[in-house]
């Protein structure tokens, strides 16, 4: 947001700076540029592996970005959308170095998915207008496979919650 220090978030959709040029670009349907105010402000965090390590920072950055978002004034719509993880087996990289699960003391998600789900939805869900858990499955190995744990459910929710959004934006700021 121009004029007020802050963190901007994945995503902010705002009024553009009336002194300011939105610019376009092919394929794009909403122009870009900056923006006044926050009228609806996104933030994405992904949990692949090693979930529990790091859930109460994932926490933490989430709650705070809602901060961030009001911060400018006004009342934005705060939406989350949080990647959880649900595979059997993983594998991280440093450079060269594989680490991969192993279930024991390197846990695979779908060990720590449950958990994680259930701790950002206490702690972090009330935050936020709109909050959704987008559960899949990725090793992060060749051939890199990837797979909704629910596509159906995965679509209904992100769907609801896009008709929502709407709603709740021409209520607040039409």
């Not at 670009?25 to 402000?41: D, F, N, S, Y």
């Not at 950055?61 to 009001?70: A, E, H, P, T």
């Not at 858990?133 to 496979?145: E, G, V």
């Amino acid at each position: 947001m121009t004029g007020k220090p802050g963190r901007r978030g994945d995503g902010t959709f705002g009024e553009l700076v009336p002194a300011a040029v939105a610019l376009t670009e092919k394929g794009m349907l909403v122009a870009r540029g900056p923006i006044a105010t926050i009228e609806i402000g996104a933030e994405t965090k992904i949990l692949a592996k090693a979930m529990i390590k790091q859930i109460d920072r994932v926490i933490n950055d989430l709650v705070n970005q809602v901060n961030q978002f009001k911060r400018g004034g006004g009342n934005p719509i705060c939406v989350a959308f949080v990647g959880i993880n649900f595979a059997e087996r993983y594998v991280s990289f440093e450079g060269k170095k594989k680490w991969p699960t192993d279930g024991k003391k390197y846990k695979h998600p779908i060990q720590e998915a449950a958990q994680a789900e259930q701790r950002l939805n206490d702690k972090a869900q009330s935050a936020f207008d709109e909050f959704q858990i987008l559960r899949f499955r990725a090793t992060n190995a060749k051939p890199f496979p990837f797979e909704w744990v629910d596509l159906v459910r995965t679509q209904m929710e992100y769907s609801s919650i896009l008709t929502r959004i709407s709603r709740e934006y021409d209520r607040r700021f039409a």
